[in-house]
């Protein structure tokens, strides 16, 4: 079984709608983080968590929320999906003090 | 300008061939930087870490780091069409609690 795992993996929404991507690891990480890819920008932080109790803002979280749930789990929601929120979604761990990151397989959204 | 420069390509280059990728940056604070490979669909995987200035070698890929330029590079010999992917640079500091900042990948095409 993968180690990072993120549902749904596709996902076609309308504007203005609520959605939510989950994130879980196994990986006994404490840190977990949001991301998106867009081509020619390569991969934004959009928020991050060093603990359940830790929430921080990345680069680009506007539009977003998340929720630490458990330490094994990361959920990203945008609030009313606009289309320039198409994107591919990433999610990734760390243990804290070590600066290697493990990516998910990736969501990828579709905002009509 | 951005923390991170990466040319996105497209490199495409035959079976065998040395392949050539580098990434720039501003910020004097990185201290470990990171290759990852992307497969298409694919998350990001960890492909080479290096931590301050000098070489790693693991078996045809090679990476370089030279902070005195602020300049990165990978090398990868006798290159495989199944080394066809996207390469994203990465690199963290502990000042900035190792939060990572990429390169928008360099999308490498091997052909057979």
């Known amino acids: 079984d993968a180690d990072v795992t993120q549902t749904p993996r596709n996902r076609i929404t309308k504007t203005g709608k609520r959605i939510m991507l989950e994130c879980s690891q196994t990986?006994?990480?404490?840190?977990m983080y949001w991301y998106r890819q867009d081509p020619g920008l390569g991969l934004r932080l959009i928020y991050y968590?060093?603990?359940?109790?830790?929430?921080n803002k990345g680069e680009i979280s506007d539009g977003y929320s998340v929720s630490r749930q458990a330490q094994a789990k990361f959920s990203l929601s945008l609030e009313s999906a606009i289309p320039n929120q198409t994107a591919l979604y990433f999610c990734?761990?760390?243990?804290?003090?070590?600066?290697?990151?493990?990516f998910g397989p990736g969501t990828r959204l579709l905002v009509l | 300008q951005k923390e991170v420069e990466q040319d996105p390509g497209p490199l495409s280059v035959p079976e065998g061939a040395i392949v050539s990728l580098n990434c720039t940056y501003s910020?004097?604070?990185?201290?470990?930087f990171m290759w990852y490979r992307q497969y298409s669909r694919k998350g990001p995987e960890l492909l080479m870490y290096?931590?301050?200035?000098g070489n790693k070698e693991d078996g045809r890929f090679t990476a370089q780091v030279d902070k005195s330029s602020k300049y990165i590079s990978l090398f990868i010999r006798d290159s495989q069409p199944s080394d066809s992917a996207t390469y994203l640079c990465?690199?963290?500091?502990?000042?900035?609690?190792?939060?990572?900042?990429f390169g928008a990948g360099t999308t490498v095409t091997v052909r057979a």
């Open positions: 990734a761990t760390s243990k804290g003090g070590y600066e290697t990151q493990y």
């Open positions: 990465a690199m963290s500091s502990r000042s900035n609690d190792y939060k990572l900042s």
């Open positions: 290096t931590y301050s200035s």
């Open positions: 968590s060093f603990d359940v109790k830790d929430i």
């Open positions: 990986k006994g990480h404490d840190r």
């Open positions: 910020n004097s604070a990185f201290q470990y």
